[in-house]
Nanobody, 119 residues
């Protein structure tokens, strides 16, 4: 399974970006999808998660500004980021919990996409 993240870039504070993550390869079922980020000198943190049922949860720092979605027909996940702040600057990674036909879960990571928010 490969995850390809895209959509990062440079944006001014208050602006918006939309990140996408495309999954490919042999998959029986994608369970949870998440976006994480890692700022320079900081630990990686999860910012948003969406379950197969469509339930979502967000880090407190992005609630009300970020929105995660998924399209299982196309194996796509997106993160709409609005009202961006300089502190949102980080490398953003998508991850997926994928189930095989035996019910076993494996976690995969995308390669990361850089988001830079200027003040």
């Amino acid at each position: 399974v490969q995850l390809q993240a895209s959509g990062g870039g440079l944006v001014q504070a208050g602006g918006s970006l939309r990140l996408s993550c495309a999954a490919s390869g042999s998959m029986f079922r994608i369970i949870d999808l998440s976006w994480h980020r890692q700022a320079p000198g900081k630990q990686r943190e999860r910012v948003a998660r969406i379950t197969r049922a469509g339930s979502t949860d967000y880090a407190d720092s992005v609630k009300g500004r970020f929105s995660i979605s998924r399209d299982d027909t196309r194996n796509l996940m997106s993160l709409q980021m609005n009202i961006l702040r300089p502190e949102d600057t980080a490398v953003y990674y998508c991850s997926a919990a994928v189930q095989n036909t035996r019910g076993e879960l494996t976690f995969y990571w995308g390669q990361g996409t850089l988001v830079t928010v200027s003040s």
